[in-house]
C-alpha cells in the first residue's frame, strides 16, 4: 500500500517510515530538511520539499496512489513558538491546510496526524483523558490545537477520516540504532542527560525543584518512540478497515510518571555500569512546564487495541544510550573524564 509520510526524516518520522517499510508498504517521504536529516530518511523514498508548496503536493498526489497520509511535519519547540508564533501557525496550522486539501482534492481521505499533549495546556485533572478540557498555554499547543479542529470539520464537510494522536513525551530510540533523536537544538530532558553522561554538555540542569510533586521536580509520561509508531500504523488499521470514520482523537502515554529526578537517577545507574558519570546541577524553573503531565491511553488500548511495549524507563533510557554513543566525535572514545 502507498503512504505519504511528511516529516519522516524526524525524529518520530522516521521510526514510523522504517516501521511502515518494514511492513511491506511504499513509503514516500515528503520532508523540506529544517529540522528532518537526510540521514534519517533511510527509508522510503524522499521527496524533498515543502508543505508550503502546493503544485508540489499537487503533482505528488496525482502521481502516487497514497491510501494514507502520517503527518509529523510541523515545529515543536515550545519556548520558540512564543517568540516566534508567526513561524508556528504558519507552517503547522496554513501549511497543514494545503496538505488537507491536496488530500481532499485527490480523494485521499485518511491521515494520521501528530498532535500534543500541549493541546491541554495546565492540567485540571490526572492522569488526564481525551476530554479533559483543551486550553493551550502557548502558540505550539495553540496550533495543534486548530489543526485537530480542521479535522473535524474536514470530516464533516468533505468527508476525511482522521486520526489525531496527542503524544506525551517521546523518547528512546531504535533499539536496532539506526535512528534516534537528533535535535538542533536539543531541548528534551533525556538526550540532554545522556550528552552530559557522554560529555557532549558538562552537565543538567534540573530545572525547578519546587514544585508540588513528590521530589519537587517535574513529572512527565515518557513514551517510546516505537510505542508511539505501533499506534500510528494501528491507527492507519483503523480507518482503512472501516472501523473508524470521521475525526478521532487519542492520547498516547504509558500512564505513568516519572519525576526528572527520577530519570537522571536511572540514567545515572545505568551510565555507571560503564564507568560514567552525570553531573547535575539546579537552575530556575523554564516558563510554562506544568508539574504533572501524565496521560490517560485507556481509549487508546481499549479502541486500538494498542499496548506500549517498551514501559520500562530503564529499557527506554538504554536505546537512548545506545544512539547517544553512536554519535559523531563519540564513536570509538573510550569515554574516561
Ligand atoms: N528539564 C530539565 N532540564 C533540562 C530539560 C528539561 O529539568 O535540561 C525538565 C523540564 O523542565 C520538564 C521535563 O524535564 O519538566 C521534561 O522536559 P522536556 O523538554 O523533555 O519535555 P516537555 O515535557 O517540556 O515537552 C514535551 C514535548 C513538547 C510538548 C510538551 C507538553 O516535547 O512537544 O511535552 O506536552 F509540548
Known sequence: MEILVAGGAGYIGSHMVKMLVKAGHVVTVLDNLSTGHRSLAKYGELVEGDLADTALLDNLFAQHDFKCVVHFAAFSLVGESVTNPAKYYRNNVCNTLNLLDAMVKHDVLNIVFSSTAATYGNPVYTPMDEQHPQSPINPYGASKLMVETLLQVYAKAYGLNSVALRYFNACGAD???????????????????????????????????DYP????????????????????????QAMLSGQLSGAHCFNLGNGEGFSVKQVIDAAQAMVAQEGFNIKVQQAERREGDPAVLVANADKAKQTLNWQPQYTDLTTILRHAWEWEKKQPGLVGRNFVY
Open 175 to 209: 533499539p536496532e540504532l539506526e535512528l534516534g533523536e537528533l535535535h538542533d537544538p536539543e531541548t528534551h530532558l533525556i538526550p540532554l542527560v545522556l550528552q552530559a553522561a557522554s560529555g557532549r554538555r558538562d552537565s543538567i540542569c534540573i530545572f525547578g525543584e
Open 213 to 236: 510533586t513528590e521530589d519537587g521536580t517535574c513529572v512527565r509520561d515518557y513514551i517510546h518512540v516505537l510505542d508511539l509508531c505501533f499506534a500510528h500504523q494501528l491507527a492507519m
